[in-house]
């Protein structure tokens, strides 16, 4: 059978790519160190989750990772870093729920698509968030439902602190106060240690904050827990009742997660050994412990099952950001 012109050029095409995979499987990641970007400041959770995963990673890959926060812009700085990196397999970015779901309606306008412009390469681990008071500032609030009681007693007194406008403790706190029927006053910090440190000079009085960077307050007695926002009990907290439960909000739950994102265009070989290299470390039963006392859950899936549950929660969050009347410019 005769070949045309066309048929010709698209076979030597073909050829010329085919090594190039091997190629990359088999130099990469030996040019240089691997960036890992956060959004957050040091000490937020996705920068102590990312410390965690850079030391195994690293071993596996045989590469050193740097992780490299650039905060700001409730994670949208560093996503937008990211997003116009060189495509290379050196630059990758630990984004959340909030950065990856939750911003793609909070924010008017971005400068990047959290669909379009990156590559998903590997979901991490559930994050819950866990209701909180400082006990020497209330005292008599032992409870979910002494909480309730004292917020329908003397509506707009008490207010809630989250590390940002749109941030998932914000939304959390939202949905609370709504499937509540209470009213509590919202008052945004700009990130985790300002939150954190308004918490404990009694600025701020309950907060929704994420597990991670409160363990160590919380066995301290720093902070009293209430009810996390987990459907069920987490292993770290065995103590402390879903809000469906210690709230008798049947059905309510508001968790987020943390995962791994490339470039668009960044080569599936890299994609595919930096899917599997991670899945590998979340199901180590070390690295699980670690997780699990931290109070989260690791999510070991593939890349197209991380890509559904992005959608999805793209399509939850829409929801719930209207409904608490969000919006940054």
Not at 133 to 152: E, R
């Amino acid at each position: 059978m005769a070949l045309t012109r066309r048929s010709v050029f698209a076979a030597a095409m073909l050829a010329a790519s085919a090594p190039l995979s091997g190629a990359v499987a088999q130099e990469w990641p030996k040019e240089r160190p691997i960036q890992i970007i956060g959004g957050f400041p040091t000490g937020a959770g996705t920068d102590i989750f990312a410390r965690l995963l850079a030391e195994p990673l690293g071993r596996a890959l045989g590469q050193t990772i740097v992780v490299d926060n650039r905060s700001g812009a409730g994670g949208n700085i560093g996503s937008e870093f990211v997003a116009r990196a060189k495509p290379d397999g050196y630059t990758f970015l630990i984004g959340t729920a909030g950065t990856h779901a939750i911003n793609a309606t909070l924010y008017k306008q971005l400068n990047f698509d959290v669909v379009r412009d990156f590559e998903p390469v590997a979901l991490l681990v559930d994050v819950p968030n866990v209701l909180i008071v400082n006990p020497k500032v209330l005292p008599d609030i032992k409870s979910c439902a002494d909480l309730l009681a004292a917020a329908k007693k003397e509506p707009g007194k008490l207010n809630y602190a989250s590390t940002g406008n749109g941030a998932s403790g914000h939304l959390a706190g939202a949905q609370f106060a709504q499937a509540a029927g209470i009213e509590i006053v919202h008052v945004p910090y700009r990130g985790t240690p300002p939150a954190m440190n308004a918490m404990m000079s009694g600025e701020a009085q309950l907060m929704f904050q994420q597990s991670i960077p409160i363990m160590g307050q919380l066995k301290a007695g720093t902070f009293r827990p209430l009810a996390i926002t987990t459907a069920q009990r987490v292993a770290a907290l065995p103590e402390v009742p879903p809000v469906a439960e210690a709230c008798n909000l049947p059905g309510w739950e508001s968790t987020t997660w943390y995962a791994l994102f490339a470039p668009k265009g960044t080569p599936e070989p890299v994609l595919r050994r930096m899917n599997e290299e991670a899945n590998k470390i979340l199901r180590d039963p070390e690295f699980e412990r670690k997780t699990k006392d931290m109070g989260l859950v690791p999510l070991p899936s593939s890349r197209d099952e991380f890509r559904q549950v992005q959608a999805r929660d793209i399509d939850k969050w829409r929801d719930r950001v209207r409904k608490s009347g969000a919006q940054v410019d």
